[in-house]
């Protein structure tokens, strides 16, 4: 398959803390791919990169052959690359819809086609229908109609969480990169949740990367999972096989596979 | 649906000081023009303070739009009215799009201040220039409009009118403004700028808009104080006189594009009632009808008026 965004060599240093040591990889269009690793493995830091939120000090990155290691995150936005946050970052003063309607406004005139002097109600560039049209259609997608006039202030945790990544469909990406997207859901109800989220995303047919600390829901769901460990990436393979990887469970996953085992009643491997 | 109640409003609110003009007394017609002229400048902070930031030295181009209208009349013998505000706004627009560039970097107490410190500087400037009269200020030619003087009876009404007119111009614009994109991101840039940048649109690109928008507002309120008063000085730059549009912003709440002239007016009359009854001590009473509309009515005297969320 093609290839639409690649990492080459990215290096990254905070003081004397290393983020990213030669980090690469290049992914498909149309991939699942989970990112997996202890917390500072180098995991944010590398969709911070890619999103242009933080320069690499060395290395680049390229999205469709094009050099995009320079862009800052609203460029990274308008080419398609789109990002959802470890936590929600939300306007609080505004409802649930008017989200929609401010990033959809933000869509159509990146797109020129609202500004002073527009007049009516231009369809929605990647959406084909107007703006109202369009949000209800991603509310309804994203289970949030229920919430659609309540001030993102007071909306559970949750929904917070739908709401943040509801957001970055407006702009169509095909790209998504979504940090930690079950973090602060419960248990039973994270793959209900990914499973609302994974069925929008493939409907809007973007390629994916998601953070997870969920083995479960990184094998249920990644294609391919890349392992980070103190800023590097350790492995990079299909679920069933990164795993298993002797590194990865001494690094990455050993913790996670024994609560796992302890939750279903199993004894320690 | 909101724009044209807004609209509505304003238009009885233009006919009716149309129609009622001539019957009001001198004075009655002066407080409503300099009410005018300062809610356009506040109309100007209600932008800013929608997105988070309070400007310090709104003055700056409040002043800018004086002087230019005195300088129209000093260098080239211009007294139109609506020449010296349409050159009022350009002028104040023309400096906020340079400033703009440094400004939309700040945020909070940074962006006051600065805004503060460049309002003082002109003031400094004001004062050094003997050309504009230094201290004593200017003396403003007397009003025109269309080449035609209205006379000493008249003159005043003409002005009101001119300026509403012009106001409610201004306003339907900014109403108009704020119901596009860029101006609907005021309240997202204030609740988080990282994600307005992470959904493609640039807060720096928005702030140095709105800045823009609001200078030329209160430069067009400069022009129609000098020409209403008929004198300018230094002091229209003083920090004195941002605070004074701040108070009125305050007072008036920012929900409609409506309110800044209604706490405009407001401010008039308490001033001027205050000022009446005891001159030595009228910042205190408008100190006290500050402190009650914040703890009384914190969302300013629009809530009176319904408490629905408006433009």
């Known amino acids: 398959m093609a290839l639409v965004l690649e990492a080459r060599g990215l290096n990254k240093r905070f003081g004397a803390v290393t983020a990213a040591t030669n980090v ?12 997996i690793g202890t917390n500072g493995a180098g995991k944010t830091t590398f969709i911070n990169m890619i999103t242009g939120y933080i320069k690499p000090d060395s290395g680049s990155i390229h999205y469709q052959g094009r050099d995009i290691t320079a862009l800052p995150p609203r460029e990274v936005t308008r080419i398609g690359i789109c990002r959802s946050f470890q936590i929600p970052q939300l306007y609080s003063s505004l409802s649930v819809y008017e989200h929609m309607m401010v990033g959809l406004g933000v869509v159509l005139r990146n797109a020129g086609l609202a500004g002073f002097f527009t007049r009516g109600r231009p369809n929605v560039p990647g959406h084909g229908a107007p703006a109202a049209a369009v949000a209800e259609r991603i509310l309804v997608r994203f289970g949030l109609t229920d919430y659609r006039d309540r001030n993102a202030q007071v909306l559970p945790g949750g929904v917070r969480k739908l709401l943040d990544i509801a957001l970055t469909m407006v702009a169509k990406p095909a790209i998504l990169l979504l940090d930690e997207p ?88 | 649906m909101k724009a044209d109640r807004t609209l509505l409003i304003l238009g009885i609110v233009l006919l009716a000081v149309v129609g009622a003009g001539p019957l009001l007394p001198q004075w009655a017609l002066f407080l409503a023009t300099i009410a005018i002229a300062k809610g356009l400048v506040a109309l100007g902070l209600l932008l800013q303070l929608r997105a988070g930031l309070v400007s310090f030295g709104q003055a700056l181009y409040y002043c800018l739009g004086a002087y230019t209208a005195g300088s129209l009349g000093r260098f080239f013998d211009i007294g139109d009215m609506l020449l010296q505000m349409l050159a009022g706004a350009l002028v104040a627009a023309f400096i906020a799009f340079v400033l703009g560039f440094l400004l939309a970097r700040y945020r909070g107490i940074f962006f006051g201040l600065l805004s503060l410190a460049l309002s003082m500087i002109l003031y400094g400037l004001l004062v050094k220039s003997q050309a504009l009269g230094s201290t004593d200020g200017i003396n403003i030619l007397p009003s025109t409009l269309f080449g035609i003087r209205p006379n000493q009876e008249s003159v005043r009404h003409v002005v009101l009118v001119a300026g509403c ?22 309240a997202a840039i204030k609740d988080n700028e990282i994600r307005v940048e992470y959904m493609g649109a640039s807060v720096r690109e ?98 009176l008026f319904g408490r629905r969320r408006a433009a």
């Open chain 2, 165 to 186: 007119a012009v106001a409610f111009l201004a306003t339907l614009l900014v109403n108009r403004y704020l119901d596009t994109p860029l101006g609907q991101l005021a």
């Open chain 2, 206 to 303: 928005a702030i140095h808009a709105k800045y823009v928008i609001a200078a030329a507002l209160s430069g067009i309120g400069g022009a129609l104080a000098a020409t209403t008063v008929g004198h300018i000085d230094p002091d229209m730059a003083y920090w004195t006189t941002s605070g004074e549009f701040i108070f009125i912003t305050i007072l008036a709440g920012t929900r409609s594009v409506i309110a800044p002239f209604l706490g405009a007016a407001i401010f008039g009359i308490i001033h001027t009632v205050a000022y009446d009854i005891s001159p030595n001590t009228w910042q205190m009473t408008l100190g006290i009808a500050l402190l009650m509309v914040i703890v009384f009515l914190p969302d300013g005297l629009w809530s």
């Open chain 1, 182 to 269: 079950t973090s602060g859901v419960s248990a039973e109800e994270k793959f209900g949740m990914m499973e609302m989220v994974m069925a929008a995303v493939k409907a809007e047919g973007a390629t994916v990367l998601f953070v997870e600390h969920d083995m479960e829901v990184v094998s249920r769901f990644a294609g391919r999972v890349l392992a980070f460990y103190d800023g590097r990436i350790i492995a990079d393979a299909a679920p069933e096989i990164a795993l298993v990887d002797p590194e990865v469970k001494r690094y990455v996953v050993g913790g996670a596979l024994r609560r796992m085992d302890e939750r279903e009643g199993r004894p320690n491997a």
């Open chain 1, 24 to 35: 690469s990889a290049a992914i498909e269009q149309n991939s699942v791919v989970g990112l």
